[in-house]
């Protein structure tokens, strides 16, 4: 009997540890599991704050796209308004067959040197009216070509259409004497700083509005 009630005794003390042992071990499953979580957890919400970051990033770089495209549509508008004003000219003039604009050609200041104040063409711009008088002879002979002057906005609006009058007659002459195109096939017009294509406030957009633009028509 006393043996038996040892035998019971040992059983139970083995049960017993065997259950302690038990429990620390699914403590330690749960302490593992428990940090597994936190990791991923951590990890996750340094993802998300990288992917607002990103995000953050890209919403930047689409205003600035955004605004850039609605700068060359205001260009664009801008030019196409001075194409259409010499076409609805030259029609009413009886200058054209046709009657459609064929292209344009802009030459300013940020590629062809028409400095502050300056009427004068620079190397570049003479190679530029060469070829332009070259393509033009070959391409289109018998159009007609508007000549367009403009001007920054800086000193007086009556200096301004003066100056842009002096650009167009300069190239006007240049398309004449240098590229053989007739007199009649072209006229000029100042338009002085009434149809700036960039802003006045930056020298770069300055540039941009120092311009001759000649309208292809026929």
Known sequence: MKRFFWMVLLLGLAALQAGCATKAYVDDKVTEVNQRVDTVDNNAKAGIKRLDAQLGLMDVSLKMHTDQLAKLEGDVATISRTAQEALDRATAAGKLAEGKMVYEVVLSDDHFKFGPGSAKLSKETKAALDSFAAKLKSENKGAYVEV???????????????????????????????????????????????????SNMTEPGRKQNRRVVLVVLK
């Open 148 to 198: 367009q002057g403009h001007t920054d906005s800086r000193g007086e609006e009556p200096v301004n259409q003066k100056l842009g009058e002096r650009r167009a007659m300069a190239v006007y002459q240049y398309l004449h004497t240098k590229g053989g195109l007739p007199l009649h096939r072209m006229n000029v017009i100042s338009y002085g700083e009434s149809r700036p294509v960039a």
